[in-house]
């Protein structure tokens, strides 16, 4: 998770998979073969290689690349867009970026042309292995007022000025992509206080409350997306989103619930687990603080939810990536099994603009459907297999 707001999630985009099962690899045994590290492997393929190409409307997805564009313009030219040399330069980009400003395509067929002129697919891969996972995430509505009173009894928590957050990649270069956080206690730093003590008032008296919410269920959940919004007493709305975490580690509350025969396997979703909660709301708190992860949040203006990339999400066209693998802006030709159709499948052209804690892996991603009923049910329900494509200049 997903995560997804983490904006979206610097955690943006924890998956909702990762409510249900545990999101890394399981651990190994005295029998298992060791795992092979997760490597990016890409093979060059035509545009005829992508399957459903010619049918898609990536008109969507071009203004999502051009948001990403705003992001990318202020990278040195000479910086590196990935770890691989077929990723490019920031200036080779930047130059697309350019054509893209001035370009206006008129209908799917202008903006195919527009990705088919400057990039070419490449078929990424986990080594030799080109399937992975692909989940969803959503943007939830929860109501809420600024003052408690009445209902509104749940706080939503601004960042504490003393939580300190800090990538280790910066110190080596092996940690890439990893971070931790915490507080300076005696000049070290030491873990934060988790979800249960801060739900017991560790954090109290220090005018920390952002909004207040009437739901306990609807606010762990909009901890798992990373960003949401709140309807107000009046009818205004505001936009929240990720502005840090605690450092603890994720914990799949669903996989409890699997493993004490709560919700069967085979059932398991967003919807299943808050069906559970809401029946029993006695047990309920202790499983959600089985989840020692803590989510801080920022209020947004302007268009939103924002990605770990700083730039507004598109709903159906942007996708939570693992950035030690794939670049944030690049395009990427997404074929995976849908998740409410069997007979439909997910080929559409998206931007990579997030990612999220439980998004893991060079052949893994977190698609973002948007706000509302249909995107939750579609995202609660996303756990598909499937592979894509990567689209870089030539």
């Known amino acids: 998770m997903p995560f ?64 990403s564009c705003t992001r990318m313009a202020g990278l040195p030219a000479d910086r590196p867009m990935g770890d691989l040399r077929e990723f490019g330069s920031a200036g080779r980009w930047q130059a697309i970026c350019r054509e893209a400003a001035a370009a206006k395509p008129a209908d799917a067929a202008a903006a195919r042309r527009f990705f088919e002129d400057r990039f070419r697919p490449w078929r990424a891969a986990n080594g030799d292995e080109a399937e992975g996972l692909f989940t969803g995430y959503y943007e939830p509505e929860l109501r809420g007022s600024r003052t408690r009173q ?20 910066a110190f080596r270069d ?14 070290a730093l030491r873990p934060y206080a988790d979800r249960a003590a801060i739900e017991t008032g560790a954090l109290d008296g220090r005018g920390l409350e952002l909004l207040w919410v009437d739901d306990p269920v609807a ?16 009818g205004g709305a505001v936009r929240v989103g990720y502005a840090a975490q605690n450092g603890h580690r994720y914990f799949a509350v669903g996989r409890d619930l699997i493993e004490r025969g709560a919700v069967a396997k085979e059932d398991m979703s967003l919807q299943a687990i808050r069906d559970w909660m809401r029946a029993n709301p006695d047990e309920a708190p202790a499983l959600m603080r089985r989840n020692p992860s803590y989510v801080f949040f920022r209020e947004l203006s302007g268009e939103g939810p924002i990605g770990a990339q700083g730039a507004p999400l598109t709903p159906g066209r942007s996708l939570a990536v693992d950035p030690r693998f794939v670049p944030y802006g690049v395009p990427v030709w997404l074929d995976a099994d849908h998740p409410l159709t069997d007979d439909r499948p997910i080929r559409r052209l998206l ?24 995107a939750e049910a579609a995202a609660g329900r996303m756990k598909s297999r499937g592979g894509y494509y990567l689209l870089l200049p030539k």
């Open 4 to 67: 997804a707001i983490r904006g979206l999630r610097r955690l943006a985009a924890l998956s909702l998979l990762c409510l249900a099962v545990a999101c890394g690899r399981e651990q190994q045994t005295e029998t298992t073969a060791p795992e092979q590290p997760d490597r990016l492997t890409l093979a060059a393929v035509g545009f005829d290689a992508l399957p459903g190409w010619g049918a898609d409307d990536p008109r969507k997805a071009f203004d999502a690349f051009l948001r």
């Open 150 to 169: 009445g209902p509104y009894t749940i706080p939503l928590m601004k960042r504490p000025p003393d939580l300190v957050t800090v990538d280790l990649g």
């Open 174 to 187: 092996s940690l890439k992509g990893e971070r931790i956080a915490g507080r300076i206690v005696d000049g």
């Open 219 to 234: 606010a762990f959940f909009l901890h798992i997306q990373g960003s949401g919004r709140v309807v107000l007493p009046d």
């Open 351 to 374: 931007v990579a603009q997030d990612t999220g804690g439980a998004i893991r892996g060079p052949v893994r991603g977190d698609l973002f459907w948007g706000a509302g009923a249909e």
